[in-house]
């Protein structure tokens, strides 16, 4: 976490960017205060949550398992608690010319939907 804020800064942010990184092991750090806006996905930093994973995940899902876990939650309980479905919950890929996630995020919003009613 300090890693990455420190990183940031000399990027010129105030801080760290993402809202939530979780730690290998599966500790959840708070980044930025949620009602601030990120700098963690250019063009979607002022409509969007950040939750980093630490870590390289180009060959599969984070491990061990603890991360993905609190992956899942995290995300989760910020969709009920904006009233999101999975159909909200991109991967920085997705939105922009970056390899971040290296996982896939359709298995993530797979997830989500087995965890989530929304």
Request: proline content about 3%; overall charge negative.
């Amino acid at each position: 976490m300090e890693k990455i804020d420190e990183w940031h800064k000399e990027r010129g942010f105030s801080e760290v960017g993402y809202h939530y990184v979780i730690q290998a092991g599966g500790l959840v750090r708070l980044g930025r205060k949620v009602a601030q806006i990120g700098a963690h996905c250019k063009g979607h930093n002022s409509d969007s949550i950040g939750v980093c994973v630490v870590g390289s995940f180009e060959d599969g899902t984070p491990v061990p398992g603890s991360q993905w876990v609190a992956l899942v939650s995290v995300v989760s309980d910020l969709m009920r608690q904006y009233g999101l479905s999975v159909r909200d919950v991109y991967g920085h890929k997705e939105l922009g010319n970056t390899l971040c996630p290296g996982f896939d995020p359709v298995v993530l919003r797979e997830a989500l939907a087995d965890e989530c009613e929304v």
